[in-house]
T-cell receptor, first 115, second 113 residues
């Protein structure tokens, strides 16, 4: 089974500053990678995904992530955050070869954007 | 197009009671999932289904049962509720078009006391 590690449980940042949310996964087998965002009292929404191809993936709301196979990482970045980006962010992985229907989520990172 | 709907939104159960969490999607998705979300723990997959009549266990299936008699519905049954099942439950669905994007419902907050 995969495991996903999000090292930072909370990230405080000032508005218009850059941010990076870190995600590492356990297995070196071929994987699909995802970032989801959860606003308070809501379900999760897909921000971006890596399935294949370019290792730099762009998503909605100005977010991007880079897949690094050698470091088994998929860090999420945004060059300038807004107050509205305050939410919890989840990294997820599924195994491309064995069972892509089993998704493993990290424990989440709460991004708190301050004015 | 309502997407994924879940009922109820909130529920309080006594230990030992049973209940069914309902999940319906109107996107004609083949794949459906049940997750639980505990504080600081992220989401854990309980059960999933790749189509009507086909279900399989996820990471944390103990204490739960599912069925998938139609494409649209994927109810989750809790038998003999325990305090450890206090959590927020999310249902999700996805298409088999190769996008792998899951669409989540708004969640059911369950408390077992």
């Amino acid at each position: 089974a995969q495991s996903v590690t999000q090292l930072d449980s909370q990230v405080p940042v000032f508005e218009e500053a850059p941010v990076e949310l870190r995600c590492n996964y356990s297995s070196s087998v071929s994987v699909y990678l995802f970032w989801y965002v959860q606003y308070p009292n809501q379900g999760l929404q897909l921000l971006l995904k890596y399935l294949s191809g370019s290792t730099l993936v762009k998503g909605i709301n100005g977010f991007e992530a880079e897949f690094n196979k050698s470091q088994t990482s998929f860090h999420l970045r945004k060059p300038s955050v807004h107050i509205s980006d305050t939410a919890e962010y989840f990294c997820a992985v599924s195994d491309k070869e064995y069972n892509f229907n089993k998704f493993y989520f990290g424990s989440g990172t709460k991004l708190n954007v301050k004015p | 197009n309502a997407g994924v709907t879940q009922t109820p939104k909130f529920r309080i159960l006594k230990i030992g009671q049973s209940m069914t969490l309902q999940c319906t999607q109107d996107m004609n998705h083949n794949y459906m999932y049940w997750y639980r979300q505990d504080p600081g723990m992220g989401l854990k997959l309980i059960y999933y289904s790749v189509g009507a009549g086909i279900t399989d266990k996820g990471e944390v299936p103990n204490g739960y049962n599912v069925s998938r008699s139609t494409t649209e519905d994927f109810p989750l049954r809790l038998e003999l509720a325990a305090p450890s099942q206090t959590s927020v439950y999310f249902c999700a669905s996805s298409s088999r078009d190769g996008s792998y994007e899951q669409y989540f419902g708004p969640g059911t907050r369950l408390t077992v006391t």
